[in-house]
């Protein structure tokens, strides 16, 4: 049915067939020489391969196995996080937010879907999603609820709105029995949600 | 714009639904569209990607995936600025008399641009108005262009947390209108501020907002 889609807005509706449109849009760069279709492999392998929660852990892990790293991270977290290698688009102005015993903090962006991509990786989809975005902000503890995240009421949520080009991440607090484990032990105990802070570990 | 992009503090959108063991992209045409979005020519700036993905409307916005809506704009956006025309979109044949480019980037380039941080932050003479610990209120103002003012902080009264120093100013930048850096501040409101008397007394929620966007209150 080639006719029931007509191409007259410019692509603001959604097409019949994404992933045909796509791959034309694609061909149609590479033929007029202005992408290499290398480069496209080369930008998804890193996203799926270099950058992740992982990156992420390992700052939390050796901010909770070295004090005066965790004081760096607290005080400049850009700096501190490229120490350990982490850097690029989407983690250029860096902000770690510690959750404590009475402090959770959780991080959200209402007008997009702003995510400190170096430390964390792409974003899942419902961090991108209408629910998560308009909810976050007005109802935190019930967006922790459908997380399975209870608080107890007398601890402060603190809500980051990523309005601007600043990135929040969360070092959650660390497990009760994980005193003696060493970093590599630690990260593997950090999750993505937990430096979100829709989870607590 | 007051777009429905700007969702803080919406009811009825639905639940959140986690997907356990997420993939990074869900189908094979998501990943070229992050990859061409990074890649191509004329995707014009940071802000001006996101003003293209508000201007799609509402109805749509709200229908549409994520990566339809980067589709659409990273389109939209090759139009504007020249890079394809329509007849070449909807045909996907490139136009035989039109001289062939050369790649913004380049296989070898990819990961070290990647991993390199630029900075919105810039030097200017101008001293911030405001200071850690001064009260300000957000401007009630509805600008049909972009801004990164979400309407549920207008004309609410938050305290300053700190000055990140003068960052590009989004909705200057959007517009073609340059950088125009203005001091960043983190502004906390507290949740009662915002929603009200049913409010938890402690919570809050803090945004990074330029100073043009405050007035001292």
Request: charged share 20%; hydrophobic share 40%.
């Amino acid at each position: 049915m080639p006719h029931d889609h007509p191409h007259h807005d410019h692509g603001q509706e959604p097409p019949s067939d994404i992933a045909l449109r796509v791959k034309a849009l694609e061909s149609l760069l590479v033929e007029k020489g202005l992408v290499d279709p290398a480069a496209l492999d080369a930008i998804v392998d890193y996203y799926e391969t270099r950058v992740g929660p992982r990156n992420g852990a390992r700052v939390v892990a050796k901010a909770w196995s070295d004090p005066a790293f965790r004081q760096r991270l607290l005080a400049d977290a850009t700096t501190a996080i490229a120490e350990l290698g982490y850097a690029g688009g989407q983690g250029e102005h860096m902000v770690a937010v510690e959750n404590t015993p009475t402090t959770h903090n959780l991080v959200v962006c209402t007008l997009c879907s702003c995510y400190p991509w170096p430390v964390l990786g792409l974003p899942p989809v419902w961090y991108k999603s209408a629910p998560y975005r308009s909810r976050a902000v007005i109802d935190p503890r019930g967006v922790l609820a459908e997380f399975g995240t209870e608080l107890a009421p007398d601890v402060e949520v603190r809500v980051w709105d990523s309005t601007a080009e600043v990135r929040y991440l969360v070092v959650p607090e660390r497990p009760a029995g994980a005193e003696g484990l060493d970093e590599a032990a630690l990260a593997a105990l950090v999750t993505r949600d937990g430096m979100i802070g829709t989870a607590r570990l | 714009m007051n777009g429905v992009h700007d969702m803080g503090g919406m009811h009825g959108l639905g639940p959140i639904a986690p997907e356990a063991d997420e993939p990074v992209f869900h189908a094979a045409w998501e990943r070229r569209v992050h990859a061409l979005v990074i890649a191509s020519p004329t995707r014009g700036n940071i802000d001006a990607g996101r003003h293209r993905r508000e201007l799609i409307p509402g109805p749509d916005y709200l229908r549409m995936t994520y990566y339809e809506r980067w589709f659409a704009a990273l389109c939209a956006m090759l139009l504007q600025g020249g890079a394809v025309t329509a007849e070449e979109l909807a045909s996907g044949v490139a136009d035989p008399a039109a001289p062939k480019g050369t790649p913004r980037l380049a296989p070898d380039q990819v990961v070290p641009a990647l991993s390199r941080s630029g900075s919105y932050l810039r030097d200017t003479a101008a001293a911030p108005a405001f200071s850690a610990g001064d009260r300000v209120r957000a401007r009630n103002r509805h600008p049909t262009g972009h801004t990164r003012l979400p309407r549920y902080v207008r004309g609410r009264t938050g305290v300053i947390e700190r000055c990140h120093g003068a960052h590009v100013f989004p909705d200057s930048h959007a517009h073609g209108g340059g950088e125009a850096p203005r001091p960043l501040y983190t502004v906390r409101f507290s949740a009662s501020e915002l929603w009200g008397p049913d409010a938890a007394a402690r919570d809050s929620v803090s945004l990074d907002l330029w100073e043009p966007y405050l007035e001292r209150a």
